[in-house]
């Protein structure tokens, strides 16, 4: 059984950073690629950045380019998302994902496996 466990969320102010980590099990995790999304209160879950498999390849939102950046340890199963200029338009609740694709993916569609999100709140 996957299991993804999201952490590093929190509550910052404007400007600040945080790093979110994911850790998975239950399946060979340098195989697939990963994904961050968000979702803000009444609003639909969205892409923030994904990674392929090695991580050599990487997408992220326009919102988030060049302030985040997503990579990954293999050996130790995990996903990182850093964090920094933060808004407070990215106050979210920030989920980490893994599909079956090898190469970067944007959609939710495309993701099987979902943590169960770490609070991200940046305050003006």
């Known amino acids: 059984q996957v299991q993804l466990v999201e952490s590093g969320g929190g509550l910052v102010q404007a400007g600040g950073s945080l790093r979110l980590s994911c850790v998975a099990s239950?399946?060979?995790?340098?195989?697939?690629?990963m994904g961050w999304f968000r979702q803000a209160p009444g609003k639909e879950r969205e892409f923030v950045a994904t990674?392929?498999?090695?991580?050599?390849?990487?997408a992220y939102a326009d919102s988030v380019k060049g302030r985040f950046a997503i990579s990954r340890d293999n050996p130790k199963s995990t996903v990182y998302l850093q964090m920094n200029s933060l808004k407070p338009e990215d106050t979210a609740l920030y989920y980490c994902?893994?599909?079956?694709?090898?190469?970067?993916?944007?959609?939710?569609?495309?993701?099987?496996?979902w943590g169960q999100g770490t609070q991200v709140t940046v305050s003006s």
């Open positions: 990674i392929n498999w090695s991580g050599g390849s990487t």
């Open positions: 239950g399946r060979t995790f340098s195989r697939y690629t």
């Open positions: 994902a893994t599909g079956q694709s090898h190469i970067p993916r944007t959609l939710t569609s495309e993701y099987d496996h």
